[in-house]
């Protein structure tokens, strides 16, 4: 049987927003999101609402609220420029619920990746070339890194990737 490959002709291209944008907020989400500010324990609030589950890790949920709320970029006299990025490293002992967390921060953030580093490598992590079999040209996939742009990136256990793919994950981190 033939097959066809898939071709899109545009004059124009409109980026449609995400379900998770601001404007498609209502007056009522509004309000409720200044009453909410108001609160003087929000933080706490918010570090209680992860995981509820899981009994404990105060710290660790905190961490985990920084990450997927994230900070504002900061560019200095048009000069210096400093991600908004927060990068998380959640170290411990097995069977203390760290992946059970990043599970829940995977599912909680409207754009999220996860991947396990025992049978990931840097190159399914930041992006690979591929050869198209019907063009026969040559294609760049992003990896988990790239898919997760402007949203979080989970790797679980990382110790178990090798050392020359953590480094380029790190480089790859500092580019970003």
């Given amino acids: 049987f033939p097959v066809f490959a898939t071709f899109i002709s545009s004059n124009h291209v409109r980026k449609k927003e995400d379900a998770s944008s601001a404007a498609n907020l209502t007056e009522a989400d509004r309000a409720q999101i200044l009453e909410l500010a108001r609160d003087p324990k929000i933080g706490d609030r918010i570090v209680r609402s992860i995981a509820p589950s899981i009994y404990g890790h105060k710290e660790v949920k905190m961490a985990l609220a920084m990450s997927l709320f994230g900070a504002v970029p900061k560019n200095v006299d048009d000069k210096h420029r400093i991600r908004g990025d927060v990068n998380v490293l959640l170290l411990g002992d097995p069977g203390t619920a760290k992946s059970q967390m990043l599970k829940y921060a995977e599912a909680t953030a409207p754009r999220a990746v996860y991947s396990t580093g025992k049978g990931a490598s840097a190159v399914g992590l930041t992006a690979s070339v ?4 019907m063009t026969k040209e040559w294609t760049l996939e992003g990896g988990a890194l790239v898919l997760a742009d402007r949203g979080v990136c989970l790797i679980d256990e990382f110790d178990k990737m090798n050392e020359q793919d953590r480094t380029s994950i790190h480089e790859a981190m500092e580019q970003q």
């Fill in 130 to 133: 591929h050869k198209d079999p």
